[in-house]
Nanobody, 126 residues
Framework: QVQLVESGGGSVQSGGSLRLSCAAS????????MGWFRQAPGKEREGVAS???????TYADSVKGRFTISQDNAKNMLYLQMNSLKPEDTAMYYC????????????????????WGQGTQVTVSS
């Protein structure tokens, strides 16, 4: 099992930027995929971006060109740089890890990921 702790959330105005971080510990050698997800009040948790251990990335259409997922494998850290933020980006953001299947390109489907952090809140005001 991988333990995950997110940080970096906060409140920003529309057009602003935030950088989320996720620290991983535990069974990190089998960490094949990492992902960022978000959940707004009253909505389903949705995939935002994912990254394979080799650095291949996938993004939701709603964040392409604005968000960048990255990782530092040596430090077991995952990041999400969020630029040009919009009010509709307001949500609790979670990082997640997948340790069972060595995907070539990591999915952004919620059911793939088994280990989850507690989340960090991002609020974007207009």
């Amino acid at each position: 099992q991988v333990q995950l702790v997110e940080s970096g959330g906060g409140s920003v105005q529309s057009g602003g930027s935030l950088r989320l971080s996720c620290a991983a510990s535990g069974y990190t050698t089998r960490r094949y995929c990492m992902g960022w997800f978000r959940q707004a009040p009253g909505k389903e948790r949705e995939g935002v971006a994912s990254i394979s251990k080799d650095g291949r990335t996938t993004y939701a259409d709603s964040v392409k060109g604005r968000f960048t997922i990255s990782q530092d494998n040596a430090k077991n850290m995952l990041y999400l740089q969020m630029n040009s933020l919009k009010p509709e980006d307001t949500a609790m953001y979670y990082c997640a890890a997948e340790t069972n299947v060595n995907y070539y390109t990591c999915p952004t489907r919620r059911d793939v990921y088994k280990d989850w952090g507690q989340g960090t809140q991002v609020t974007v005001s207009s």
